[in-house]
């Protein structure tokens, strides 16, 4: 049997953010989705999470959304405190200290532990851990912790992230639908809808397990004001409930609806 994972990112980011996710779950075919420890929205979604066991929660170890856990870093925030912005990673700006990642993502994993969630695998906000070398610290904690993790690298046969158990293709609703971020909201839900089947099909034909990455939302103050990708989180929440897409997974052959834990041969 072939496994199939919708992951929700964001998970905490906000009310609204939460509450697009779990109904993504509870009504759509969302099985998993990665929490934000340092986010104003990360309370409200252990609470979800804890009445909702279903639905699996990984940790979505942020370096460039909000403010550290950990006071006293020299090298990860911007004169305010807050994380740099995503485009400092694109730049030639100054060197991190992998000692002082290490602690903060640790600090953020610890954290969801403590609240009484056990994750089912480590993601990052951005794609961070792939950017100035942090793979070998992602690596590492995902060691430690035995968690399984995403496949940031898209495509991977054997399994396996420099030996950390992970899926074998991501598919993101965006990349390869022919649609970004300025999209119409008329236009965004049919693209994403059409090619999203067709790349998860086409996947399919060579791999066991794949990931579809989403990023379900209702709106609130804190989507709108703070993330670039806002109205069309609520076309996202459609496509992941909607009769088509459930009526697309339910005719793949041979796949079935899956999250990390329930994947005993990520464990």
Not at 145 to 160: E, F, G, H, I
Not at 167 to 185: A, Q
Request: aromatic share 8%; charged share 20%; proline share 6%.
């Amino acid at each position: 049997m072939k496994h199939l994972i919708f992951n929700a990112d964001d998970f905490g980011y906000s009310y609204g953010v939460n509450y697009g996710i779990l109904e993504s779950h509870l009504r759509g075919v969302l099985t998993s989705t990665t929490l934000m420890a340092g986010m104003p929205g990360f309370d409200h979604a252990v609470a979800l999470a804890k009445a909702h066991p279903s639905l699996g929660v990984g940790v979505h170890l942020t370096l460039t959304c909000g403010r550290p856990l950990l006071p006293g870093h020299r090298t990860l925030t911007e004169p305010n405190g807050d994380f740099h912005p995503l485009a400092f990673y694109h730049s030639e700006a100054q060197p991190l200290d992998s000692g002082e990642v290490y602690r903060e993502w640790k600090a953020q994993i610890d954290k969801v532990i403590a609240a009484g969630i056990q994750p089912t695998h480590l993601d990052s906000h951005h794609h961070v851990h792939t950017f100035r070398g942090l793979e070998a610290v992602f690596v590492r904690l995902a060691r430690e912790y035995r968690l399984p993790v995403r496949n940031s690298r898209r495509d991977c046969a054997d399994d396996q992230v420099q030996g950390v158990p992970c899926p074998n293709y991501l598919v993101d609703f965006i990349e390869g639908s022919g649609v970004h971020f300025h999209t119409p909201l008329a236009e965004y839900a049919p693209a994403v809808e059409e090619n999203m089947h067709r790349i998860v099909q086409d996947a399919f034909e060579r791999f066991d397990c794949v990931e579809v990455m989403c990023h379900p939302a209702y709106l609130d103050t804190a989507v709108m004001l703070h993330s670039s990708f806002n109205l069309h989180r609520m076309c996202e929440v459609d496509l992941l409930t909607s009769p088509a897409t459930k009526a697309f997974v339910e005719q793949l052959e041979d796949v079935s609806l899956a999250n990390y834990h329930t994947l005993e041969v990520r464990k």
